[in-house]
Every structure is written in C-alpha cells, then in structure tokens.
C-alpha cells in the first residue's frame, strides 16, 4: 500500500541504521547510507519492507 510506504520513508529520520527492511526488499530498492536509509529508483511499492516489526514505525 502506497500510503504506508510514504509513511515509513516520512520516517526514515528515525531510522536506527537496524537493516530489516533492507534484507526483507526483493528488488534491492533500499540501501543504508550512513544512518539513513535510503529508498532506490528501483522500489516497486510493494511494501514487503514494511512487514514485521520496525523501529521506526509505529502504525
């Protein structure tokens, strides 16, 4: 769901730097620069780093 993924990258300030959303993203469309991450061209929408706990959000 598109809604939830602009929430979660409007969060990505609080990003801890954890790396789950990073292994849980099938096309590789997330990366860590420093301690933020940061969503690539190649994101779909699909949401599949959203799926489980995350630090940063708090739906």
């Known amino acids: 769901d ?7 990258v ?3 300030e ?4 954890c790396g789950i959303c ?3 993203c099938p096309y590789d469309a997330i990366e860590l ?3 933020r991450i ?3 061209d ?3 929408g699909c949401a599949a ?3 489980g706990p995350c630090p940063a959000t708090r739906f």
């Open 2 to 8: 598109w809604r939830l993924l602009a929430e979660a």
């Open 10 to 12: 409007g969060r990505g």
């Open 14 to 17: 609080d990003c801890v730097g």
């Open 22 to 24: 990073l292994g849980r």
């Open 33 to 35: 620069r420093g301690d």
């Open 38 to 40: 940061v969503i690539k």
């Open 42 to 44: 190649s994101c779909v």
């Open 49 to 51: 780093c959203l799926r």
